[in-house]
């Protein structure tokens, strides 16, 4: 019984331990480890980089435990060649499956990372040669606008899209390629997070940069856009028999109106607007061309759409905002106005209605004569209806509290001037950290001064005017290959105050 007992007693106490040192856990207790591990280069094995057996097991020692499934995926040789990689505490180890190539590369992502999730704050970048010399041009560059709680990737890229090699950013944007002989390079692509398969996909669905000038050795800025996304058609929704909103896979939508005459060339002056003069019994085949921040493309679709849509809901106004001696009236949805109602109007101090001037901006957008400065503007709701003639309310709507013209703020000013030799237009963009708010004007004469900033802290970036569509930077293309814009970004963000005026310089080369 006793012997039983004993043996029982050892088995147990041998399972506990096997499962108790089964796998390795963070340690409990202390403080939290927020730094990240970082290779001890002076013990790497083998300690030369040249001369090395072609089979060599590589060993990488970190200055704490490395979690193995970082590893995974984030371990690269070029040239591309089979390897087995291992990872034991605070070791990895990388060995070819055959034999290592004359010289090669050792890549190992920011990925990687810790036991308490901490990533490394730079890629390691490792030379090997079985000679005994090493080739090792260079090309290094900075990485701007960008979100430093992410990993960019960054690739040189030739004319047929092809990838030569690959990096990534240190937390603070910088990128270095190593190991580079003379290949045809055309751009520098830089990537939110890992390229894909499709580098053509990945500039449409991330955040992306491409360079700007002739690749050198160290002067290689990038700034990172949104990508360029080409939205498709999801479905259109009707308000009502004579106007809908096509929904795009972007989550904004267009406005479309039907088969209404009074409306018609108001819609057709408004390049925001689609219109139709459509039967309903047969198939709709939308086909427009929209634009991007930086390129102009098609959207198609054939849709089967119903005009029975029961719409009893008034019209509602949206936005009002003053503009000089101007007041803009948005509504939620197209209107029509009957002219002979006198829909605007404000009373006199001797009781009479002086009818007020309005005009079409499009079709939800209108303007008043704001001339006298209306603290009160009376709208005639039998005249101002929707499509679907539901008036914009019961009899009489009172417009008040409108808002004060932007003469009576307060505001701040950066103003400056551009050092710059070029042959392009510029323009200056000043970004408000706190809302992300951007205001954009065009340089002249190489000066520029943003004179209505409201107060906080300001970013202030002059850019070459490229972009064939809009004011917004211009990110570069791959289909065709399109260098982005240059573009200088100043050096610190600036306090804006009230009433106060900012002066700097700024080098664009």
Not at 23 to 34: A, E, L, T, W
Not at 47 to 68: D, G, V
Not at 124 to 142: A, E, H, M, P, W
Not at 224 to 245: C, F, H, M, T, W
Request: aromatic fraction near 12%; hydrophobic fraction near 35%.
């Amino acid at each position: 019984m006793l012997k039983s007992f004993i043996k029982y007693l050892i088995y147990y106490i041998l399972i506990t331990l096997f499962f108790s040192c089964a796998s390795i856990k963070v340690p409990g207790g202390g403080p939290i480890d927020k730094i990240p591990p970082f290779l001890l280069a002076n013990e790497i094995i083998p300690s030369s980089n040249i001369n090395i057996k072609k089979n060599q097991t590589i060993k990488l020692f970190f200055n704490e435990r490395i979690h193995p499934n970082t590893t995974l995926g984030s371990i690269t040789v070029e040239p591309e060649t089979d390897v087995v990689i291992k990872t034991n505490n605070n070791l990895i180890t990388i060995k070819p499956k055959d034999e290592w190539p004359d010289q090669f590369r050792i890549f190992i992502s920011r990925k990687i990372a810790d036991y308490f999730n901490n990533n490394l704050a730079f890629p390691i970048d490792l030379l090997f040669s079985r000679l005994d010399v090493i080739y090792n041009k260079q090309i290094k560059g900075t990485l701007f606008n960008i979100d430093t709680t992410k990993i960019y990737e960054v690739a040189l890229v030739g004319s047929n899209g092809s990838i030569f090699s690959k990096t990534e950013t240190s937390i603070n944007g910088d990128y270095n390629f190593s190991g580079l002989k003379d290949h045809p390079f055309n751009i520098i692509l830089a990537i939110e997070d890992k390229f894909s398969d499709d580098i053509l996909s990945d500039i449409r669905n991330k955040r992306y940069g491409i360079s700007n000038r002739t690749i050198s050795s160290s002067n290689n800025p990038i700034f990172i856009s949104d990508p360029i996304y080409r939205a498709k058609v999801n479905n259109v929704n009707l308000i009502n028999a004579q106007y809908g909103k096509i929904n795009l896979s972007n989550n904004t939508s267009l406005d479309v109106i039907f088969n209404n005459k009074e409306i018609k060339e108001i819609t057709k002056k408004s390049k925001d607007y689609l219109y139709f003069d459509h039967n309903f019994g047969d198939s709709l085949f939308i086909s427009t061309l929209v634009n991007s921040h930086i390129e102009s493309y098609m959207i198609s679709k054939t849709v089967l759409l119903s005009d029975e849509v029961l719409d009893t809901l008034p019209p509602l106004i949206d936005i009002q905002y003053a503009h000089g001696d101007s007041l803009l009236v948005q509504f939620n949805e197209p209107i029509l106005i009957n002219k002979d109602l006198e829909p605007f109007y404000f009373v006199n101090t001797d009781s009479s209605n002086i009818a007020i001037d309005y005009l079409y901006l499009n079709p939800k957008l209108l303007y008043l004569d704001n001339t006298n400065r209306f603290k009160i503007i009376n709208a005639n709701c039998n005249g101002i209806t929707d499509l679907a003639l539901n008036p914009l309310c019961d009899s009489l709507l009172l417009i008040t509290n409108i808002p004060k013209d932007e003469h009576s703020y307060s505001y701040g000013q950066i103003n400056g001037d551009v050092n710059y030799n070029g042959d392009k237009n510029l323009i200056g963009q000043a970004k408000k950290l706190n809302t992300g708010e951007i205001t954009r004007q065009r340089i002249i004469n190489n000066k520029f001064n943003f004179d209505k900033l409201l107060k906080g802290d300001y970013q202030i970036c002059i850019y070459e005017d490229i972009n064939p569509i809009t004011s917004s930077y211009f990110s570069g293309t791959l289909e065709p290959i399109k260098l982005s814009a240059k573009f200088s970004i100043y050096n610190r963000d600036i306090y804006v105050r009230e009433n106060w005026s900012n002066s700097i310089t700024i080098q664009l080369k």
